[in-house]
């Protein structure tokens, strides 16, 4: 299939490495004994300057030094160095894990509980920790480098990898029964909307029809569940965005990865262990607008930023993206209501409805299936506002019929026929609207 450049685009690799064999208790214990006598013995920080290769090499080779005496390991002896290694420079158990291109989040509940998604399925992984101590010195390898702290006054952390990858980390007392650790994979290749129309998350048609809106500088509200794909729908909606746009994104944490040449990235920040420093997404909402925006992208609308922000989509800002936790496009507005209201101002009811009747012109939701596909289930306009009710029209529908024989969900997502008011928006912007596509509702016939 053709990228956006025209050339083809291939699937990204499929890379699922095999799960170790627990260590018999023997060598486990032999291999912590080397572990613990390379943490003297290694020079830390020269082992920090080398590139990741070489680092990983000069553990494996100073372990294979320690080892060379003992007897019956044969079998076992990768197995023990790549361990070691993973011991010494990473995150232990868990690093097997995240060399796996088809794991996407890593869950640890307890030592001996750990799970994975892969494919939008769970399943229980065969790695395991020695006990709650060992997470808890993961957790330390973890947050220490970031300038983070977690213990029982300050139990939870949320924290982004230098790679890019969300943890979040719950310990005593807020996690009574051990340790957790929920850790959502950086995607390393940013997906097109070339990749989501050939897993189904998109239509060409729906393609077209959201390149247009965007290009015409619609305000776009994506809405879904928690690991539905809204962060990869929004990468994919401001890959549409015109290069000669200023685009200031604001983030918590930065999980974008927007390929226009003139973005400006904003993250907030958590309060420091004294409870100071905070920057909140509010702040640097209003801050964005100082900026020369021509475009403001709001990474997930969580809070009374939802206030400036619609404040900003009311005032000339026209074509801004953001994504809200909701499971229809009506739970989406109500979200967007209630958090304008967090925002301390005495608005009545009717007035914050017509700041979103207002504001936002289309509502994309995804959403999980049964099947652990994700999909969008409906683009809707925000049609206005009739009495205390904001008026929603859905413009494409996804339509289950059944399972196929590998137990997977059949659907088609096609076009209701509707028209929507915001037509003579395209027109402004000189961008052609695509009429004949919602016109058509037969697309995706067998």
């Given at each position: ?21 627990p ?37 494996c080779?100073?372990?294979?030094q ?38 996407s ?25 020695r ?7 993961v ?33 005593p ?19 097109t ?16 029809f ?66 100071t ?22 990474g997930?609308?969580r ?7 619609l ?40 007035a ?56 997977n969900?059949?659907?088609?997502f ?11 928006r395209?027109?402004r ?6 009429a ?11």
């Amino acid at each position: 299939m053709p990228g956006d450049d025209g050339r083809p685009v291939p699937p990204p690799a499929v890379v699922e490495l095999p799960e170790a064999r627990p260590l018999p208790p023997q060598v486990a214990a032999l291999r912590d004994l080397v572990h613990r006598r390379l943490i003297d013995e290694l020079d830390q920080q020269r082992l920090a300057s080398l590139p990741s290769e070489e680092a990983r090499r000069a553990v494996c080779d100073a372990a294979a030094q320690v080892l060379a005496s003992s007897a019956n390991i044969g079998e076992w002896r990768q197995q023990i160095l790549d361990e070691i290694a993973d011991e010494v420079l990473g995150f232990g158990p868990l690093e097997p894990l995240l060399r796996d291109d088809t794991i996407s989040e890593v869950m640890v509940n307890g030592p001996e509980d750990i799970w994975i998604e892969r494919g939008g399925r769970l399943s229980r992984s065969g790695a395991r920790f020695r006990d709650r101590a060992h997470v808890m010195h993961v957790i330390e390898r973890i947050v220490a480098p970031l300038g983070r702290h977690v213990d029982e006054g300050s139990p939870m952390v949320d924290a982004r990898l230098p790679d890019g990858s969300r943890v979040n980390i719950v310990v005593p007392p807020a996690a009574p029964d051990g340790p957790k650790i929920t850790l959502r994979k950086f995607a390393r290749r940013r997906l097109t909307h070339v990749d989501l129309e050939r897993i189904g998350t998109l239509t060409p048609e729906a393609t077209t029809f959201l390149r247009a809106s965007v290009e015409a500088g619609l305000n776009v509200l994506v809405s879904g569940g928690t690991g539905t794909g809204k962060t990869t729908l929004l990468n994919v909606l401001s890959s549409f965005i015109g290069h000669h746009e200023r685009v200031v994104t604001i983030e918590d944490p930065v999980e974008l990865q927007l390929q226009q040449p003139h973005v400006v990235c904003l993250e907030a920040r958590p309060p420091g262990l004294e409870g100071t420093r905070q920057i909140t997404q509010r702040d640097l909402v209003r801050n964005a607008l100082r900026m020369r925006p021509d475009r403001v992208i709001v990474g997930e609308v969580r809070g009374a930023e939802a206030f400036d922000m619609l404040q900003a989509m009311n005032t000339g800002h026209d074509g801004s993206i953001s994504t809200v936790h909701a499971n229809t496009p009506r739970d989406a507005v109500s979200r967007v209501e209630n958090m304008v209201l967090m925002a301390g101002y005495d608005l009545p009811d009717h007035a914050v409805r017509e700041q979103i009747a207002s504001a936002i012109q289309l509502i994309v939701q995804i959403s999980r299936l049964p099947d652990g596909s994700r999909r969008i289930t409906h683009v809707t306009e925000v049609a206005g506002i009739e009495g205390q009710t904001l008026l929603l029209q859905d413009l494409f529908l996804l339509e289950i019929d059944g399972r196929d024989e590998a137990g997977n969900l059949r659907t088609r997502f096609r076009p209701t026929g509707l028209q929507p008011q915001f037509k003579e928006r395209f027109e402004r912007a000189g961008v052609a609207f695509p009429a004949e596509i919602l016109r058509r509702t037969d697309w995706g016939e067998p």
